[in-house]
């Protein structure tokens, strides 16, 4: 499958894959920073998301081989690989199953736990929304706020909106697969899996996707991991406090 990407600057390859129902925009304007850094930043939409194509199989094994794919067609190696909730979990499986890629590993606000399914009021209010009734950003946000109550999710949400023809609003993400598949975006990594290199797990201080007893987990599967937390931050650590989440990054990619 041929990602799109958006790729800005010069030097070693900075792969950043988003979360679930994100898109690489999401990632614009740290990544833009990073590139600053002597980095070429790829900016990837994950299938289904963004402007990457469709399609009806989805799961973490299809998104990592996609991954490689996008390497191998884009000749990249000795990488710096970064990826956020869903994007974290494909990078660490990724990890295990292509070491020979990475540089640094970097997963934010994601364990290789199961985590159950808890984004079922967001995908029934997508699903809700009718392009046909809704004509303008405004419509469609008040109809989602009956489902999604938090102004910030639903911002987040609402960056999927385009103009699909004239007057017709939609989607960029392939809402259909991904309610399908959606008991796919907690399944656990296997307990056999382990990536040996340096890894970088950030959590957010307000969130609980990482607790402490996910620590030995972690450590046991990625040995060669540290875990650092990101202050008044919860799930969308990046963006809830990106100069804290940046400096860590950087630091940690220049050792």
Known sequence: MKLHANVFG???????????LGMSDNWKTLGKKISEQGFQVHLIDQRNHGRSPHSKEFSYDLMAEDLAEYCAMNNLSNIQLLGHSMGGKTV????????????????????????????????????????E???????VDKELSAYVPDVGVRMFLLKNLYWKN????????????????ANQIGVELSLEDSYKGATLFLKGEKSNYIVKSDEA???????????????AAGHWLHAENPKEFLTEVLEFVKK
């Open 217 to 231: 987990r972690i450590k046991n599967q990625f040995p060669n991991s540290i875990i650092r937390e990101i202050s």
């Open 92 to 131: 660490m499986l990724f990890a295990v199953k292509f070491p020979e890629l990475l540089d640094h590993l970097m997963v934010a606000d994601i364990g290789p736990k199961y985590y159950p399914l808890h984004h079922q009021d967001i995908l029934d209010g997508l699903r809700a929304l009718d392009f």
């Open 133 to 139: 009734l809704l004509k303008s950003r405004n419509e």
């Open 166 to 181: 004239k007057g017709e609003l939609g989607l960029r993400m392939n809402l259909e697969a991904l309610v399908e598949n």
């Open 10 to 20: 010069e030097g070693q390859p900075f792969i950043i894959l988003h979360g679930f």
